[in-house]
């Protein structure tokens, strides 16, 4: 199951001749490996390149990049034999899906028949259900190639009050590839730190409360959280029935919208679902994308936009692209939540949490260890590994919470989405006239922390978590970097307003250009040009 049992072949696999096209040579398959994947899949199609060159090529750069960084937890052993039936489809001239050869990475929480689904627990290590979670159907159903999965932040990040975003039972620990001291971010660290290293054309995060965001943010690249009910969750591992849905992340906007168009559909067994069919985004061509932003109004968050004068730079640029795009910015200074928000928040996951995970266990057809939260419960206190570096407290309180017959987790459930949606997201937009909201996604990312476990300095900021309970649309893209490390802006706007969300971020994202490389650095003390500084002063 483990990535180091399959990449041994992959030097080999470069130099085979059955994966020779017009792309023959190392350097012009790995100038296509950095490429959008909507670039990608129209090469394919038109014989410039082949999947199999782009699978070998992914690949290989796991084996070289991601030794440092850990982001991938497992591959697809017949990856390549599937590109090369996709290549073969091609040269026959059969009509192929939009997404054509591309190699994927999907979260470690996301049910796929390739591999087992562990969402990084050692009692989930044998879960190979045999099934494909429906998004991953829709994913095949176009011709994309599951490559492998990625590491997670364990059980999605819930399991403890002191946890270690990117840590898992089953992968270790995943590190932040700009600087390889600071987080990841999480649930979804893997898949954002592995398309920052471009090891696969698209990848799948979650989220129930900033797992895509996060992630794509702290690792500078575009991540996007649909409409909840947008798309299927049925076969992920669950947290939140309310809060939860999977995600792309990508190299580009253009991308996330054509992932999400892909993805996106009703489900018979997910009644969220029950009209997302209305509501599926246009695939994304040159006539549907805007070039600038006339007629566009932008509500320009300030009350949680943090204090740091760096993060605070960066925001200002992206407001005067915008601005220059056409849009017309209208200020947004305060918004007021009930004292009890943040607490109830918590209630709610748990309560959800302990009915999901019980569902989905008993609904597991793999032989695990343990069926319900009980059993997870017992089974971690018998693991040495699993406790070695934070507890379960979540899954503790979890286990204690309200059902969700009471009336405490049913007026918490009102509270909180009324706060967020309604009262929250649909007054400020109404109120101000506005079409998409706007904020830093967070700020830059924090040292890992083995003692004290995750807690940023500067705080966490952004109006994510209003999306995230309301269930609205959120996309993230890197603005700009603040002393090695990536910063993104957010457009956040209302529910099933996706395919307009994509379409006002593409034209910032175009306009403002902005991109950031890994450098892999230990720390920020191992920047070339900081070297001399950490050093005595010499006159």
């Given at each position: 199951?483990?990535?180091?049992?399959?990449?041994?072949?992959t030097?080999?696999l470069?130099l085979?001749?059955a994966c020779?096209?017009?792309?023959?040579?190392?350097?012009?398959?790995?100038?296509w490996?950095?490429?959008?994947?909507?670039?990608?899949?129209?090469?394919?199609?038109?014989?410039?390149?082949?999947s199999?060159?782009?699978v070998?090529?992914?690949?290989?750069r796991?084996?070289?990049?991601?030794?440092?960084?850990?982001?991938?937890?497992?591959l697809?052993?017949?990856?390549?034999?599937?590109?090369?039936?996709?290549?073969?489809?091609?040269?026959?001239?059969?009509?192929?899906?939009?997404?054509?050869?591309?190699?994927?990475?999907?979260?470690?929480?996301?049910?796929?028949?390739?591999?087992?689904?562990?969402?990084?627990?050692?009692?989930l290590?044998?879960?190979d259900?045999?099934?494909?979670?429906?998004?991953?159907?829709k994913?095949?159903?176009?011709?994309?190639?599951?490559?492998?999965?990625?590491?997670?932040?364990?059980?999605?990040?819930f399991?403890?009050?002191?946890?270690?975003?990117?840590?898992?039972?089953?992968?270790?620990l995943?590190?932040?590839?700009?600087?390889?001291?600071?987080?990841?971010?999480?649930?979804?660290?893997?898949?954002?730190?592995a398309?920052?290293?471009?090891?696969?054309?698209?990848?799948?995060?979650?989220?129930?409360?900033?797992?895509?965001?996060?992630?794509?943010?702290?690792n500078?690249?575009?991540?996007?959280k649909?409409?909840?009910?947008?798309?299927?969750?049925?076969?992920?591992?669950?947290?939140s029935?309310?809060?939860?849905?999977?995600?792309?992340m990508?190299?580009?906007?253009?991308?996330?919208?054509?992932?999400?168009?892909?993805?996106?559909?009703s489900?018979?067994?997910d009644?969220?679902?029950?009209?997302?069919?209305?509501?599926?985004?246009?695939?994304?061509?040159?006539?549907?994308?805007a070039?600038?932003?006339?007629g566009?109004?932008?509500?320009?968050?300030?009350?949680?936009?943090?204090d740091?004068?760096?993060v605070?730079?960066?925001?200002?640029?992206?407001?005067?692209?915008?601005?220059?795009?056409?849009?017309?910015?209208?200020?947004?200074?305060?918004?007021?939540?009930?004292?009890?928000?943040?607490?109830?928040?918590?209630?709610?996951?748990?309560?959800e949490?302990?009915?999901?995970?019980?569902?989905?266990?008993?609904s597991s057809?793999?032989?695990?260890?343990?069926?319900?939260l009980?059993g997870?419960?017992?089974?971690?206190?018998?693991?040495?590994?699993?406790?070695?570096?934070?507890?379960?407290?979540?899954?503790?309180?979890?286990?204690?919470?309200?059902?969700?017959?009471s009336?405490?987790?049913?007026?918490?459930?009102s509270l909180?989405?009324?706060?967020?949606?309604?009262?929250?997201?649909?007054?400020?937009?109404?109120?101000?006239?506005?079409?998409?909201?706007?904020?830093?996604?967070n700020s830059?990312?924090?040292?890992?922390?083995?003692?004290?476990?995750?807690?940023?300095?500067?705080?966490?900021?952004?109006?994510?978590?209003?999306?995230?309970?309301?269930?609205?649309?959120?996309?993230?893209?890197?603005?700009?970097?603040?002393?090695?490390?990536?910063?993104?802006i957010?457009?956040?706007?209302?529910?099933w307003?996706?395919?307009?969300?994509?379409?006002?971020?593409?034209?910032?994202e175009?306009k403002h250009?902005?991109?950031?490389?890994?450098?892999?650095?230990?720390?920020?003390?191992?920047?070339?040009a900081?070297?001399?500084?950490?050093?005595?002063?010499?006159?």
């Open positions: 199951m483990i990535k180091k049992g399959y990449v041994l072949l030097t080999v470069l085979c001749s020779a096209t017009k792309a023959t040579t190392k350097r012009q398959i790995d100038t490996l950095d490429k959008p994947a909507h670039v990608q899949v129209q090469a394919i199609k038109a014989g410039d390149i082949t199999a060159d782009l070998a090529g992914y690949l290989a796991i084996e070289a990049r991601d030794t440092k960084v850990n982001s991938v937890l497992s697809n052993p017949n990856a390549l034999a599937q590109a090369k039936a996709l290549d073969k489809r091609i040269a026959n001239g059969e009509q192929v899906g939009v997404l054509a050869g591309l190699p994927i990475l999907l979260k470690d929480n996301i049910e796929s028949t390739e591999l087992p689904t562990t969402a990084g627990s050692l009692a290590l044998n879960n259900t045999g099934r494909d979670a429906p998004i991953v159907s994913l095949k159903a176009a011709d994309a190639i599951v490559l492998g999965k990625t590491n997670l932040s364990e059980w999605a990040n399991r403890s009050e002191s946890s270690i975003s990117g840590w898992s039972g089953v992968g270790g995943t590190r932040n590839p700009h600087i390889l001291s600071r987080s990841a971010c999480g649930s979804s660290s893997g898949s954002g730190a398309m920052a290293l471009r090891l696969a054309s698209l990848a799948v995060g979650t989220e129930t409360n900033g797992s895509v965001i996060c992630p794509s943010s702290i500078g690249i575009v991540g996007f649909p409409t909840v009910g947008l798309l299927s969750r049925t076969h992920i591992v669950p947290i029935f309310s809060q939860d849905t999977a995600g792309p990508t190299a580009t906007v253009q991308d996330a919208w054509l992932m999400t168009s892909v993805m996106a559909g489900d018979a067994q009644k969220a679902t029950a009209d997302a069919d209305t509501h599926i985004p246009t695939l994304p061509t040159s006539s549907l994308i070039t600038d932003l006339k566009i109004s932008v509500g320009v968050v300030r009350y949680r936009q943090g740091n004068p760096h605070l730079a960066i925001y200002e640029q992206a407001l005067e692209q915008l601005k220059a795009s056409g849009a017309t910015l209208v200020e947004i200074s305060d918004f007021n939540q009930p004292d009890t928000f943040w607490r109830d928040s918590y209630n709610v996951l748990l309560s949490f302990h009915a999901s995970i019980n569902e989905y266990l008993a057809p793999a032989q695990l260890p343990a069926r319900d009980e997870l419960i017992a089974f971690n206190s018998q693991s040495e590994r699993e406790l070695a570096l934070f507890d379960q407290s979540i899954f503790e309180k979890s286990l204690a919470s309200d059902s969700l017959e009336e405490n987790y049913k007026n918490a459930v909180i989405q009324d706060t967020a949606g309604k009262s929250g997201i649909d007054a400020l937009m109404a109120k101000h006239k506005v079409d998409v909201l706007v904020a830093p996604s830059p990312s924090f040292l890992i922390d083995g003692v004290y476990g995750d807690h940023s300095p500067a705080g966490f900021i952004g109006i994510g978590y209003l999306a995230a309970v309301a269930g609205y649309p959120h996309l993230t893209i890197p603005a700009g970097a603040v002393k090695d490390l990536p910063v993104g957010s457009f956040i706007g209302a529910k307003q996706d395919e307009k969300v994509l379409s006002i971020g593409s034209v910032f175009a250009g902005f991109y950031i490389t890994p450098s892999l650095l230990p720390t920020r003390f191992d920047n070339p900081l070297k001399a500084v950490t050093k005595p002063y010499q006159p």
